[in-house]
């Protein structure tokens, strides 16, 4: 590392403050304080998705509200675009959070190989409850996270399994996945990636035959 004028550390623009990083990437390589560093970021993409996908329609909500109410355009126009700006980052912080806490705390799946794993919502008596979904070479896990009025657990072994299909929620967003069991019962969740999804279910559960 010595005589390196310029050195070049890639990070997530989602995950350390810049400063804070110098300070740190400083002190590991002991560097002296004059010392030019590059720092070069790139987007968590899982990040800006969360925010695009919430915070565009909460913004088109909240600007139709505010043209309802005052019938200023340019009001209404700004009201939206900043409503949406900060509903989606608060969004995906939080999702963020729930995704860090999650994988921290895997559950044990005794000896079962986990496959996918990844954010969702389960309809669950009429609640979009949020949590955390996981396939593994023997089951699909659901588990809430707390912030929810019916915290739960579903668990659902891949030989009651009959299907696992892309859905649409609410009839039109293409984000949904519907599980059907062996005893008619039809889970439904929401998801990232719904076809990546159905296909490793029904990958794994052909193994599992």
Known sequence: ????????????????ARRRLIRNVRRCY?????????IKLYYNMNFLSMALRTGIPFGIFMGAF?????G???????SGVLAGVLFGICMALFASYQRRRFQAERPDFHGEELIHEGPANHFFHGEGVGGWLYLTTGRLLFRSHRV???PHETDLPLTEISTATPSATAGFIPNGLSISTASGAVERFV???????SDAITNAKNRNA
Do not use: D
């Open 66 to 70: 505010f043209w309802f109410f005052f």
């Open 191 to 197: 998801v990232e990636g719904r076809k990546q999804w």
């Open 30 to 38: 002991a560097l002296p304080v004059n010392e030019p560093i590059e």
């Open 148 to 150: 929810n009025l019916q």
């Open 72 to 78: 200023h355009r340019s009001i209404s126009i700004t």
């Open 1 to 16: 590392m010595q005589g390196t004028a310029r050195r070049l550390f890639v990070v997530s623009a989602t995950s350390y």
